[in-house]
Every structure is written in C-alpha cells, then in structure tokens.
C-alpha cells in the first residue's frame, strides 16, 4: 500500500474533487475516465480552483504549478495502473460499480486499496464482486464540494481488513480531512439523515406549506444551513437524491418513508436535474 500516488475512476464533480485535494496535499493523483470530455472538464476545473487560490493568496504560485503537475488525466485503467491505491467515484449505480471494481481487481497491484465514493450502496454488496479481494474494498465517502467539506465518512463492509480501515484513515488526514467511521447500512449516517429531510423539504412544496425560496429561506435563516433543502438538492443533483432514496427504500426492508417524493421524481423524469442541467428546483440558465 502507497500513497504517493492515487487513482481516481470517474472525473465527475467528486472524482475531480478528490484528485484535486490529494494534488493539494503533496500526493499525485491520475483520473481515470472513458471521456475525454469529461477529462477536460475536470482539468479546467483544477486549473480554475488554483489559480483561484493563487489569487486569494491560500497557494503560491509554485504550490499551484506543483499541484497541477501531481494531476494527470487518462482514458484508460491501464494507463493508471502504477498508483498505489485507487478510489472509485462513478455514477451511483451498483451493476456499473461492480464492473468498476472487477477492472478495478484485474488492474492494480494486490495490495493496493479499492475504495469507493459510494453515497448509498452497501460496501459488502460492491466488495462481493470481488470475492477474493474483499478485504481491500472500503467505502470512502467524500462530500461535496471536495476541496471545501472537511468530513471523510469511511465505511467497513463485513469482510474489510483493520489494514485497509487503518490506511484508509490515515490516507483522509493526509488530505487534511476528518474520517468518521458509519456502519454498512444504505445511505449510511450522512445521506440517511441528509436526504430524508430533502425529501421532506419536497413534501412540504408539494403539499403546499410553501415556496422553495422560503422553505429555503427558513432553513438557512432558522437553522443556520449554508443552503436550503431545496436548493442542496439542486446542487448534489436531483437524479442523485432520488437514487439514493431508491437505494434506502430497497435497502432498508422498504421502508416507505424513503420513497422519494413525486415531484422529485417528476422533475427527474423531465431531465431537470439541478445545476448541472441549468434547471431543477430553481433555473439556473441565466447563472
Ligand atoms: N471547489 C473548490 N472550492 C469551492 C467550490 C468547489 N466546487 N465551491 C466553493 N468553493 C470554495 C470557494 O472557493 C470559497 O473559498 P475562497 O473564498 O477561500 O476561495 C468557499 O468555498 C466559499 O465559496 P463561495 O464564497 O463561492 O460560496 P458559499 O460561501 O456560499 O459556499 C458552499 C459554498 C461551500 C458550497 C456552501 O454553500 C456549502 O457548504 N453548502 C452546503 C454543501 C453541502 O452540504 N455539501 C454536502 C452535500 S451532500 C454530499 O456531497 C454527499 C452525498 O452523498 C450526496
């Protein structure tokens, strides 16, 4: 197990987070993403946010051009191969997980540490993919956005080694994080807490209690949130916050509480997805 290297399967919004922090914090960082668009994204994104540091005076602009030149960017596994441990952060899909991690198994060294960014989907169930590797699989849950969010929520599936939990958290505090340990239930602690009160926030729109602005505006002004229910809803996706009550629903002996509200799921279906589409709860095509 090493750490000077990191791979990172998925340069979404969180893959592209995670290899930013570790860049940050003295350690290379590869991305691994079938698409080349998707890769550049992420490259402006690290070239923006240190520059953006530079500015603000929290970097040199050596650390900066330092920290760049920790990331890389690369179409296939294979070209990451020398890393010494490996996160992946893909869509919160367990059948596209699972292929993830037998690649994944095929690729890197046998002693280094599958982890996964997974928000929701049980580690055990994404380690059983991999049988004879289970002890190296691990939950790593980062939050959004990376760079910016403190806590690391590591989580053990049933056949998880006190070796990987032990690299696994000394690896997030090199990243200048916090891990805290949840167990392996779907949604663990954070989205077991966090996305029952989005739904709820979408219950009380439905049902008429309010507006968004002012369910907002409540919880922000009353509750001392950085942003709304609503408006956090938009911002991890709406897709996301309906897949995730999906997995907690079927993962916690279906449970209505945890279905996800209709008019979530409406605007989901209507391809308004939050942010990232320019629209969700709120229109954001005018910025
Ligand atoms: N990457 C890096 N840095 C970022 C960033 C990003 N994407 N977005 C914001 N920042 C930084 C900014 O650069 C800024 O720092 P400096 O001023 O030092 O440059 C700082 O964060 C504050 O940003 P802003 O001034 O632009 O805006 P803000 O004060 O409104 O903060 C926020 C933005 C940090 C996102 C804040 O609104 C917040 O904390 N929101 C809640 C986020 C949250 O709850 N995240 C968890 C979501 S759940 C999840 O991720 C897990 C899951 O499984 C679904």
Redesign the pocket.
Known sequence: MSTKKIAVIGGGTMGS?IALTAATHGIDAVIIDISEEQLGRAKSYHEK?CA?AVS?E?MTQEESAEAIARLSYVTSMAEGSDAGWAVEAATENVDIKKKIFIQMNETFGNDVVLATNT?SISITDLASAIPEAQHRVIGM?F???V???KLVEVIKGNNTSEETTAATIALSESMGKIPVPANDFAGFV??RV?MPMINEAFHAWSDGVAEPEDIDSIMKLGCAF??GPLR?AD??GLD?CRD?MMVMYNGLDKNPKYLPNEKLVALVEAGSLGDKSGQGVYNYEKG
């Open positions: 987070g946010q953006r603000k929290r928000s849950h939050f959004n956005p760079p910016v969010m954070s989205n966090l950085p942003m956090l911002y991890i996301v995730i």
